[in-house]
């Protein structure tokens, strides 16, 4: 009997590890980007550059200092979508379109707070931070 349960125990074990590495996939549409500091448009006019350590955070621009979990729904020739959900502060899905290595199109939406938003950003690598 205690093969079985040492058995059982192993194979979640295993299957947690590999959920583990589906969630860290990274979405193709970021395999040719790298992190650094960005210069962000709004499509409401703002525009800012900001340090980006890992490219894939543009997808949760309204939440980019929280914690969020993401999920990738599409990923498909140059394209993605991204759902994700932050504990407390919201959450949003962005569609993100590579236009060039370093330049992003990302139209977003969701709940920041108790606020609804909804804006396209143009993001453009300018170098390292």
């Not at 932050?86 to 330049?103: D, M, V």
Request: proline share 4%.
């Amino acid at each position: 009997m205690r093969r079985t349960v040492r058995a059982t125990s192993r194979s979640a074990a295993a299957g947690l590890i590999l959920l583990g590495l589906a969630a860290a996939v990274r979405p193709t549409v970021f395999s040719q980007t790298s992190g650094g500091l960005w210069e962000v448009s709004r499509s409401d006019g703002g525009r800012r550059n900001v340090c980006i350590p890992d490219p894939v955070l543009l997808a949760q621009y309204e939440h980019l200092k929280s914690r969020c979990s993401r999920d990738v729904i599409r990923d498909q020739n140059g394209r993605a979508e991204i759902s994700y959900s932050c504990n407390g502060a919201g959450f949003g899905q962005s569609k993100i379109e590579q236009l060039t290595p370093r330049s992003l199109r990302i139209e977003t939406q969701g709940i920041s707070g108790d606020s609804p938003f909804h804006y396209v950003l143009q993001a453009r690598r300018l170098g390292d931070c």
